[in-house]
Structures are given as structure tokens and as C-alpha cells.
Nanobody, 125 residues
Framework: QVQLVESGGGLVQAGGSLRLSCAAS????????LGWFRQVPGKEREFVAA????????VHADAVKGRFTISRDNAKNTMYLQMNSLKPEDTAVYYC??????????????????WGQGTQVTVSS
């Protein structure tokens, strides 16, 4: 497994921006897909974005398409989520995830087997 640590969360006003980072250590990082998910208390965790092992293919949820951008720097073993035009409904704990089996980005959280501890993002209106 790979160890994942998120950072960059915080409090921001609606319309503002944040960049989340996910630092990885452990097994070979660059071969496999990574993803971002988010969860609001009392609700199921939902897919936000995913990126292939090479970084050449990305997938974004419809709710964030055009506002959020996922990227990765394999030389730094780090993944990012640039979040622009934030809305109060983006408020959640954001988790990064890694899969040890797949190189392509998938939306299903069941395909990811390593998770970070989460970072809180709060967007005020």
C-alpha cells in the first residue's frame, strides 16, 4: 500500500479558490491511478476527480467540472486538486485515494485501496 497525506484545506468565501495536495510515500507511486473524494457528515462519500498513472487522462464529476482540476507531479510524488469558484455546497472533508491495481482513472471508490486521513474544506456564503 501507499501512505497518503492531504493538506491545503481551510475556510474560504464563496467564489474563492483553494489547492489541495496529496503527498504519497511507500510503493511505486507513478504507475497507478489516484483520486479525490469528498464526504459531508451523514452522507455517502462521493467522487470528485481521478487521474491516470501517467497523468494523461483525467475524469471530473459533473458537479465540479469546469471549476476543479486534478493533476499530479510524479517526480514529487504529489497529487493536486485546484478548486476555483468554490460554492458552499463544496463544503466537505476531502480525501485522496490510490489504487494498487489500475492505471486508468475510475469513479468507484471500491477500486481504491489506500486512503488519506482527509482535509476539511469549508466554503462560507
Amino acid at each position: 500500500q501507499v501512505q497518503l497525506v492531504e493538506s491545503g484545506g481551510g475556510l474560504v468565501q464563496a467564489g474563492g479558490s483553494l489547492r489541495l495536495s496529496c503527498a504519497a510515500s511507500g510503493r511505486t507511486y507513478s504507475s497507478y491511478a489516484l483520486g479525490w473524494f469528498r464526504q459531508v457528515p451523514g452522507k455517502e462519500r462521493e467522487f470528485v476527480a481521478a487521474i491516470s498513472g501517467s497523468g494523461g487522462t483525467t475524469v471530473h464529476a459533473d458537479a465540479v467540472k469546469g471549476r476543479f482540476t486534478i493533476s499530479r507531479d510524479n517526480a514529487k510524488n504529489t497529487m493536486y486538486l485546484q478548486m476555483n469558484s468554490l460554492k458552499p455546497e463544496d463544503t466537505a472533508v476531502y480525501y485522496c485515494a490510490a489504487t494498487s491495481l489500475y492505471r486508468s482513472p475510475y469513479r468507484s471508490e471500491s477500486l481504491y485501496d489506500s486512503w488519506g486521513q482527509g482535509t476539511q474544506v469549508t466554503v462560507s456564503s
